[in-house]
Nanobody
Framework: VQLQASGGGLVQAGGSLRLSCVAS????????MGWYRQAADQTRELVAT?????????KYGDSVKGRFTISRDNAGNTVYLQMNSLKPEDTAVYYC????????WGQGTLVTVSS
């Protein structure tokens, strides 16, 4: 699976950004997509995941609940992450992933939130 993420950038605290991730060239069914993030000198943490079929089950990391919203298109190969009320601690590289029989990762997009 090839993943192309976009939408990162610089925003002031309290602002919003929308990330997108498009999956292509998959010969396997994509079961779920989503985002992890990694801040400098920290481990990668879950942001949000969404099942691409069935009930579209969603899971959020505790630190983003109530502020971030993940969604998908009907084809199930594009996911979006709407990020509202951004905080400086949201600053990180955001990595898109797609789960088939294995996990594929995108190249990462940098989100910087200034105070």
């Amino acid at each position: 699976v090839q993943l192309q993420a976009s939408g990162g950038g610089l925003v002031q605290a309290g602002g919003s950004l929308r990330l997108s991730c498009v999956a292509s060239e998959s010969t396997f069914i994509i079961n779920a997509m989503g985002w992890y993030r990694q801040a400098a000198d920290q481990t990668r943490e879950l942001v949000a995941t969404i099942a691409t079929g069935g009930d579209g089950r969603i899971k959020y990391g505790d630190s983003v609940k109530g502020r971030f919203t993940i969604s998908r298109d009907n084809a199930g190969n594009t996911v979006y992450l709407q990020m509202n009320s951004l905080k400086p601690e949201d600053t990180a590289v955001y990595y898109c992933f797609a789960q088939t029989h294995q996990t594929s990762w995108g190249q990462g997009t940098l989100v910087t939130v200034s105070s």
